[in-house]
């Protein structure tokens, strides 16, 4: 939908809900582009494979964290990359499956004749016919079929499909109504998926090293599940927030409020830093929502010392959350503390100096806690 007829529609469209499966309004996704392709398992049960290795086993070794595919996960992958023989106009670039999603890097070469959409329809539909073979035990032709009571044939799937638990007896249509949103009969993968637009400024490069290290980062959450399991409805000082990382930091005896003005010049900020990472040193644990330039480089400058610290972030958290690329260890290791006071939301709208003096009256309250 381009921009004229999103802002014809919008007036009728009522209330806009959080999504990460939305396409971007007036994008053309036709065009020569580099896209990330995130796309979840219904019901996010770990079909595709299960993870193996140790977090703390050397990169290149044996032990190194790693998905081992399932028949059907062999089957995800053989279609991801079938998609450039397809559609010679697109080159995978890159597929990292997961047990219970898969992301993937699509480079749109040329301009196509058909939409990106139309292209993981296709790749979708045909994951839903291996899933119908392998793990419902349909034949090819089972979309049509009413499901049948059996287990699935293949052994390798068995230790990661508990598919067969929702599978219900044959009857006629007229006594048990299917519901429009039933996706136990023949769906694997979950409604839409996510896409995102790949820019300059080694952009890929990140994302490549992310798909690389997502089993590693998989490993790691299992061992330290209490460090990144995100716990809403956290009362501090009479403000309810949402959660992630150690709690234990809000119980520290001295926790000190990273604030700084926007009017500070470097040699200023510098010095700003050297206060309170000498501070953190001696004990305490700072706390901040990091928005001006220098409370940010005081933040990093204590993530990269390993110093302890709590950051309140503006943007709220769903159910599957997790902390971004440069907190991820800093949460493993027990010395990070995200707290989100506010809803979570796609789509980020701009601080207002509201919302930034709010952050920094939380801020204080929890420090005088």
């Known amino acids: 939908m381009n921009k004229e007829e999103y802002e014809k529609h919008k007036p009728f469209a009522g209330e806009k809900k959080p999504s990460m499966l939305r396409r971007r309004v007036g994008h053309d996704y036709e065009s020569r582009r580099m896209y990330l392709i995130t796309m979840t398992v219904e019901g996010r049960r770990p079909l595709l494979g299960r993870l193996a290795g140790r977090s703390d086993a050397p990169e290149g070794s044996a032990d190194w964290p790693h998905v081992e595919l399932s028949e059907l996960g062999e089957k995800v992958r053989e279609r991801w990359y079938a998609t450039e023989q397809i559609y010679p106009e697109i080159k995978v670039v890159a597929l990292q499956i997961m047990p219970d999603h898969l992301h993937g890097i699509l480079f749109v070469r040329e301009r196509m004749a058909q939409h990106l959409g139309k292209v993981i329809k296709g790749f979708k539909a045909g994951c839903n016919k291996a ?65 995102h637009i790949l820019s300059g400024d080694g952009e890929l490069q990140r994302w490549l090293n992310y798909l690389r290290t997502n089993p590693l980062r998989l490993a790691i959450k299992r061992e330290h599940l209490d460090l990144f399991r995100v716990r809403f409805g956290l009362t501090i000082a009479g403000q309810t927030y949402a959660a ?98 506010w809803e979570h939301q796609n789509q980020r709208i701009p601080l207002t100096r509201d919302m930034c003096l709010t952050l920094n009256g939380m801020t204080k309250s929890i420090c005088e806690k």
């Not at 136990?184 to 839409?192: M, Q």
């Open 244 to 341: 992630i990382g150690n709690q234990f930091l809000l119980s520290a005896p001295q926790k000190l409020q990273v604030q700084c003005s926007r009017r500070l010049t470097d040699a200023e900020i510098q010095e700003k830093v050297a206060f309170f990472l000498a501070e953190a040193r001696k004990g305490a644990v700072l706390v901040s929502p990091a928005i001006s330039k220098g409370e940010q480089a005081i933040m990093r400058a204590a993530l990269d010392a390993r110093l302890p610290l709590i950051f309140l972030t503006p943007w709220g958290f769903n159910a599957f959350s997790k902390p971004g690329h440069q907190y991820f260890d800093a949460c493993a290791e027990g010395r990070f503390l995200i707290l989100a006071p």
């Open 131 to 195: 899933y119908r073979e392998l793990v419902l035990g349909l034949p090819a032709n089972g979309a049509a079929t009413r499901l049948q009571q059996r287990q699935p044939s293949s052994s390798s799937l068995q230790p990661v499909c508990y598919a067969a638990t929702t599978l219900q007896p044959h009857t006629h249509p007229s006594q048990h109504p299917k519901p429009k949103d039933d996706r136990t009969h023949g769906y694997l993968w979950s409604r839409g998926y996510n896409d």
